[in-house]
């Protein structure tokens, strides 16, 4: 296992590479190219400032999140293979500068959804949350605007207001895009950039839906522990793999998060790990990473990226938002290094197998 931290690039994140660096156990981030829109082909000129900013900064570029994945190729659209030759450039030039891991989704339209980018919790701290009910009151040209005045002035990641302006005709798009047909695109897009992945030993770590149960009517199809397994099956090559993401499969509480990582662990390529607390089924919010805080049992989440083996990067994701920080919206410095903190903590002590002492290692 190798500590990581989301990082999104000096000129949009608020969180610096020297801040990250002073986090114990944090040895490389999770980055991207997050100026190139969904579609654009990264340069291996680009490829590689990015990669020399974060080795200067005495950190080393573990993965990307995301590649996005072009609406043209989830819905098959006229214009997909001149997308999917794109990727596959994009592919090629980060295998030349030696990155071997892509964290990216399938989902339409929306990325991961929220309601609300910040609610307060009882002990104060802000955090991102999600209602049903909220979303089954609002059209989606709303969803943007119930939240734009949450995002500190940033641009949260799946929520660029050049692509959301374009709602209605995204879901024009996708009419007639069912489960079915979005996992038969699936399948033509990995079955086409699968070469170059082997090719350049990159796995592709596909995240989970978030929230894992269809958003305004929208198809999701990474979403259980039988759906993960068909997508793996349905092109069964070691370089297709998946991110493991606590929350986004916790958001359906008849996952099992332990039985998940159990069924795909040799496909497992890269961990989120992040508590979730329910107030009701499909109300949900941020949690600290303690067990005690939130829904789930993280001693036994990360039990089970132990005892399979896992060695890839994993990462705290969508920390509080405490001490006043203010920073992009669940990607604060300091409850996300807390995380990191926790989660190192736990894993050396289950590494010792003392459980107690792995639920009091949160500083």
Request: glycine letters at 8%; a negative charge; charged letters at 25%.
């Amino acid at each position: 296992m190798e500590m990581t931290l989301r990082w999104y690039g000096s000129g949009y994140d608020t969180v610096t590479l020297k801040q990250i660096r002073q986090i114990p156990g944090v040895t490389g981030v999770i980055t991207t190219l997050y100026g190139k829109a969904a579609g654009e082909e990264w340069s291996r000129d680009e490829i590689r400032s990015l990669k020399n900013e974060v080795e200067s900064g005495g950190l080393h570029i573990s993965g990307i999140e995301s590649v996005n994945v072009h609406e043209d190729i989830k819905a098959a659209a006229p214009n997909r293979d001149k997308y999917i030759e794109r990727y596959i450039r994009t592919l090629e030039n980060l295998g030349k500068e030696g990155i071997h891991l892509v964290c990216y989704n399938f989902m339409p339209v929306f990325d991961w959804t929220r309601t609300e980018l910040s609610r307060v919790r009882p002990d104060g701290a802000a955090v991102l949350a999600y209602s049903q009910e909220a979303v089954d009151k609002m059209v989606p040209e709303e969803m943007f605007a119930s939240i734009l005045s949450d995002m500190n002035g940033t641009v949260m990641p799946g929520w660029e207001p050049e692509r959301l302006e374009k709602v209605k005709e995204l879901f024009e798009l996708y009419r007639g895009v069912d489960e079915e047909v979005l996992f038969e695109n699936l399948k033509y897009f990995l079955e086409a950039i699968m070469p170059v992945c082997g090719k350049y030993d990159i796995n592709m770590a596909i995240h989970p839906d978030d929230p894992a149960w269809s958003v305004f009517g929208l198809p999701r199809i990474i979403t259980c522990k039988e759906n993960i397994l068909h997508m793996l099956e349905m092109v069964n090559d070691p370089h297709n793999g998946v991110t493991f993401c606590a929350g986004s499969y916790g958001t359906n509480l008849k996952n099992d998060l332990v039985e998940i990582i159990k069924a795909v662990k040799d496909r497992l390529y890269f961990a989120h790990v992040r508590n979730l607390k329910f107030n009701s089924p499909g109300d949900f919010e941020e949690a600290a990473h303690l067990s005690s805080d939130g829904s789930f049992d993280m001693y036994e989440i990360m039990k089970a990226l132990y005892d399979i083996g896992f060695s890839g990067p994993i990462r705290p994701d969508h920390g509080r938002m405490i001490w006043g920080e203010t920073a992009m919206p669940g990607y604060g410095l300091y409850d996300r290094a807390l995380g990191a903190c926790y989660l190192n903590g736990l894993w050396e002590a289950i590494d010792k197998n003392k459980k107690q002492s792995a639920e009091r290692a949160c500083l």
